[in-house]
Structure formats: C-alpha cells, structure tokens
C-alpha cells in the first residue's frame, strides 16, 4: 500500500489558475495543462493562429511564479550567443568573462520561435534536455526550476523555419487554445476595456521553492505495472503504423507516464488511472508523430491517427 499524499499541490495550482484565468478566458484545459509540464519539468509548445493569447498565456505564468524571467523575440537576426551567452575578455583583468544570454533565466519564453534559423534553434537543445548550456568549453548550469515555453503559428509560412523533429521531441506537450465562444469574447472585450489591462495587475503567487516542492512530489505517484505497459503499448503502436513515418520515442512515452502522474497528483490521487493516461496522451505524443507524404495528402493530421489507436489498445482493469 503506498502511502497518502500531502494535500499541498492542490491549493498551489489552484492559485495559479485562478491568477492566469483573471487574464485569460475560459481556457482552463489550456492552462490546467501548462501547470502539468511546469509540475514535471517540461517545456512547452503553444501553437495556434495569431491573436488567440499565446504569448499572453506564457506571459501570465511567469508572472504568476516569483521567478526570474526573460523573453525572447525569435527573428532571423537572432543568434545563438544571443540564446546561450558569450565569452569575451574582461579589459581590466585580462581574464576571460562569461556573458550570460537569454536563457539564463528561470522561465523562458521563446516567442515566435519558427521565426529564428535552424542554427538559432538548435543552441535550445542542451539547454531544453539537460538544464545546462556550454559555451567555450565550459558548462554553466540554469537555476531551479527551469522552463522554456515557445509559440509558434502553424498556418503562416513566409519567413519562417520548421521545427526539426529533435527539437519537437524536446517539448513535453503542445497546447493549442482556439478561439472563444462569443461569451468569452465579451468577457475579454470588458476586460480590456479600461485604462488597466488585466495582465497589468497580475502578481506572483507562488515562489521558486513551492515549485520545486511540487515537482519533487510528482514521483511519489504510484505507476502500477498495467500503467507502465499501457504507455509502452500505445507508444510502440505508432512505431508500426502505416500513415506514420515516424513515431514516438521512448522520451515520449516516460513524458506520457509523468504527465499522467501529474494529472493523478492534481486530482489528490497518489496512484495513476488509465483516464489520466488517455487524457495526457494527445497533448503528449501527437507533435512527437511525423505523418507519411500520403497521409498528409490525404489531409489526415497526427492528431486523428493516435486519436484512433488510443481507441485500439485495451483500457486496463481496474487501477493502472
């Protein structure tokens, strides 16, 4: 039997959805999921049409987190010394002095990040699987807890530059908002209808220390064998499918497994159910998924294929 769980992620996430919700309408699955990758150390890819609140999204939660902060406008000029840092001689002490980038910072908001080369890109590798950026030799580590979220725009092409599937696989979920429902968008036009914005008056409501308390807390969430091989099943099934050329690795399916426990954790559980794998497989895997050239000229998304082998493979009994 394994033992209660504190009671203490509860309060702390609802705090932080009720802090972004006072700028973002009726998107709760959008958020709900966003803390899920923050509680389990992942980065996150928000991809929508412009205009939707991307980057007001991003912006919300790390205001929310008394977090140190840096935002980043991908464009083309944007180098990989300006992501990562530099090196350059100190001309008093003659010594050589590291100049930190962008990244150096807690949260991390890459905005518009298809917009930088491939080259540009590339420097968030290192940075995005190990916490840890190399310049010159030398490794510098990035402070605890540490957490890139990038936005994108999947419909506009000119002048930008496709993820490369490594990088892709690096994010652990991929949120999509939409646009609201006209209710909603009211809410918002009242909202911004003052002299003050709502994002104007947001202020932390959970420090560096509570995050990390949480995120050490993910893994006292019990993942029975049948829950384990839940995930490795539907994983290894995309691996073998006729409309996908690629499917999702082994870091898609331990990403699977984590978010599941984080859903688990967020509903005061301390074990895992196959709803909450379900539930997180989408978000988690369908970005990890490159589809064959027939499919995509079939007009068949990544999104419809594991919705259908989801519905393939055995729930299991009982408690995963």
């Known amino acids: 039997m394994q033992p209660q ?79 990562t840092g530099f090196t350059m001689v100190n001309m008093q002490t003659s010594e050589m002095e590291f100049k930190p980038g962008a990244v150096m910072s807690q949260i991390v908001l890459a905005d518009e990040i298809n ?10 590798l290192e940075v995005m699987e190990e916490g840890q950026v190399t310049v010159d030799g030398v490794t510098h580590t990035l402070p605890r807890p540490f957490m890139v979220m990038a936005t994108q725009n999947p419909v506009d092409f000119v002048g930008t530059y496709p993820l490369p599937e490594a990088q892709m696989d690096r994010f652990f979920l991929r949120i999509a908002i939409g646009y609201p429902t006209v209710e909603e968008e009211m809410d918002v036009l009242e909202r911004y209808s003052g002299q003050i914005t709502p994002m104007q008056t947001l202020s932390p409501v959970c420090g560096a220390e509570e995050i990390i308390a949480m995120q050490e807390q993910l893994g006292t969430v019990y ?12 994983v290894s099934i995309t691996r073998s499918h006729p409309a ?14 984590k978010a599941a426990q984080a859903c688990a954790l967020l509903s005061s559980r301390d074990y895992v159910l196959p709803d909450d794998i379900r539930r997180m497989a989408l978000p988690v895997l369908s970005h990890r998924l490159i589809l064959t050239p027939e499919a995509r000229m079939k007009g068949i998304s990544a999104q419809q294929v594991l919705a259908q082998l989801i519905e393939t493979v055995p729930i299991p009994a009982g408690r995963a």
């Open 5 to 83: 769980m504190p009671a203490q992620p509860r309060p702390m996430v609802y705090a932080l959805q009720q802090n972004i919700r006072r700028v973002i309408v009726g998107k709760d699955d959008a958020i709900e999921l966003l803390l899920i990758a923050l509680i389990c150390r992942g980065h996150v890819l928000i991809e929508d049409v412009p205009g939707v609140g991307k980057t007001t999204m991003a912006a919300a939660l790390a205001r929310s987190l008394q977090c140190s902060f840096k935002r980043i406008q991908f464009t083309p000029d944007v180098t990989p010394s300006d992501v």
């Open 115 to 124: 917009r930088t080369s491939p080259k540009t890109q590339s420097a968030l």
């Open 223 to 234: 993942a029975s064998r049948d829950a384990r091989n839940y995930v490795a099943t539907l």
């Open 244 to 257: 996908l050329q690629l499917g999702a690795s082994p870091r898609g399916s331990i990403a699977l497994l």
